[in-house]
């Protein structure tokens, strides 16, 4: 049996549209916002990655598990790892660090091509 967090979050993470009454849950409760939160920073980090020059915390992760396993007590990690949705939030987390990387190998690049009047 889901608790009403679990089920909210894994909503969240799919995306799925929120009626009145889950997004009072959300609104109303600690854990369930922290993730959304969570979950709209990730998203607007991959969106805007580029422009932004963002790096992603370093607990980042962390965090998100965390706030799963007070979620979820006395589940294992290798549970949580054959989940969908958690294999989704991993994936969009290697999604903005391979921008990262694209970016910053993009700006080696260029920068001391520029800077020795070369033609990029
Ligand atoms: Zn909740």
């Known amino acids: 049996m889901k608790s009403p967090c679990t089920v909210m ?19 109303g409760c600690t854990q369930c916002a922290r993730f959304a939160a ?3 920073a990730l998203d607007s980090m991959v969106e805007n990655g580029v422009d932004a ?3 992603v915390p370093d607990d980042f ?9 007070v979620a979820n007590p006395g589940v ?10 958690i ?7 290697g ?13 080696s690049a260029l ?3 520029a800077s020795l009047g070369g033609v990029p």
């Open 111 to 113: 920068i001391p091509t």
């Open 38 to 40: 969570d979950c709209l």
């Open 61 to 69: 992760a962390d965090r998100v598990m965390r706030n799963l396993d």
């Open 87 to 93: 294999q989704v939030v991993l994936a969009n987390l």
């Open 9 to 27: 979050q894994e909503r969240i993470v799919a995306g799925e549209r929120l009626g009145e009454e889950h997004q009072a849950h959300v609104l």
């Open 95 to 107: 999604v903005a660090v391979a921008v990262i990387n694209l970016v910053r190998f993009v700006f």
């Open 76 to 85: 294992h990690w290798q549970d949580f790892l054959g989940r969908r949705w």
């Open 53 to 55: 020059a963002v790096s």
